[in-house]
């Protein structure tokens, strides 16, 4: 049989729409499991692409997922397991909003520290509520940090030009809280209510909650909204990189006493220093030392504890909701 290769759109339930040269292909994996992916929480993402076999016109089997450019995980406490939302973007756009959910800069920080090798742009929607002046700072140092950053309210419409021009040519994926107003913004942008009118055709309710990532080619960008989440934690990792996650740290790390530093309570810490000298926002070190902490509880079930019991997962998912 002759392979083929396609980009994954959709997957709900183990099923996957794949698509190659604009045609669609439900499609399950062969044999259920891909042999080289056993870590994870799931075998495939959004963005990824595949080798399949077309069965018929319409259905296929996938054989293995390509290598992947880059990805944006986060920690799966249920499964135990990191999980991949979406793979091989050109960009992740963090959409957060001024008010209705209050703004949060730590879900951004943590938004930061899910991308792997993806660059990251911020993006506040709801910008028609007024934000405080502390919340204005603690946005705008997101700028000063090299971050591109953007005001923009899908309601009135402020910014979506500007917006649109950082998202054109690219394939970009949208994530953030709950609410934000993602979909909303997307279907602004794309000048249709595609993502809006699908689910309520189907679920037959007004408003929608996006419960999977869905790949939408736009004439200028390729899209993917994926679903709100209230809280995300950062994948399981070493910890010693959770650091490039906050890129103001790395001119004091490099002058750190150990050459592992966590900065934490080590001697001759630097960064430590900066942050009581105030060159370090003290919120963005305390929003550091918490997902320091959040790797100390994360042993992924396949690396063999087998002893994890109730009580642990009862405090994962305490700790989930506690996060803030
Ligand atoms: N005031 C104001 N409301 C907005 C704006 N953008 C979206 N909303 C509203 O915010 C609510 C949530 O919008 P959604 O687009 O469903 O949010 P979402 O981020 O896709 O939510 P999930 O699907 O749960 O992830 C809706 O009631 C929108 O009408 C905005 O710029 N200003
Ligand atoms: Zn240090």
């Known amino acids: 049989m002759e392979q083929h290769i396609g980009l994954i759109c959709r997957g709900i339930n183990n099923i996957y729409t794949v698509e190659e040269k604009g045609v669609s292909y439900l499609c399950r994996i062969k044999g259920k499991q891909l042999s080289q992916v056993i870590e994870e929480y799931n075998p495939l993402a959004v963005g990824d692409m595949v080798s399949f076999v077309p069965t018929n016109a319409h259905e296929g089997l996938i ?10 995980q986060r920690w799966n406490t249920k499964g135990g397991s990191n999980q991949t939302v979406v793979a091989n973007m050109d960009l992740i756009v963090c959409v957060t909003s001024a008010d209705t959910p209050p703004f949060r800069p730590r879900f951004i920080d943590r938004v930061i520290a899910c991308c792997q090798d993806v660059d990251v742009m911020i993006v506040m929607n709801k910008c028609d509520f007024p934000l405080t002046e502390d919340e204005y700072e603690r946005f705008k140092l997101y700028k000063t940090l090299g971050y591109r950053v953007l005001g923009v309210s899908a309601k009135t419409g402020e910014n979506i030009e500007k917006l649109y021009k950082e998202l054109e040519g690219k394939t970009v994926a ?13 279907n602004c942008l794309l000048g249709s209510d595609q993502r809006t009118s699908e689910v309520c055709e189907k679920y037959n309710r007004g408003r929608h909650t996006t419960n999977h990532s869905l790949l939408i080619s736009g004439p200028l960008f390729t899209v993917v909204d994926t679903p709100g989440v209230r809280e995300i934690q950062v994948p ?13 740290f790395a001119r004091y790390a490099k002058n750190c006493e150990y050459e592992r530093c966590l900065h934490q309570d080590e001697p001759g810490c630097k960064v430590k220093e900066a942050v009581e000298e105030d060159k370090i926002h003290y ?23 087998n002893d994890r019991s109730n009580s642990w997962r009862t ?8 996060e803030y």
Not at 174 to 186: A, E
Not at 283 to 305: I, N, T, V
């Open 283 to 305: 919120d963005r070190y305390e929003s550091y030392l918490r997902m320091l902490a959040s790797l100390d509880d994360k042993a992924p079930l396949w690396a063999g504890k």
């Open 236 to 248: 399981h990792r070493d910890k010693a990189t959770l650091q490039e996650a906050f890129i103001e």
């Open 63 to 72: 054989l293995d997922r390509l290598p992947r450019r880059n990805s944006f």
């Open 174 to 186: 949208f994530v953030g809280q709950s609410g934000v107003g993602k979909s909303t913004l997307i």
């Open 315 to 322: 405090r994962m998912d305490k700790d989930e909701s506690q």
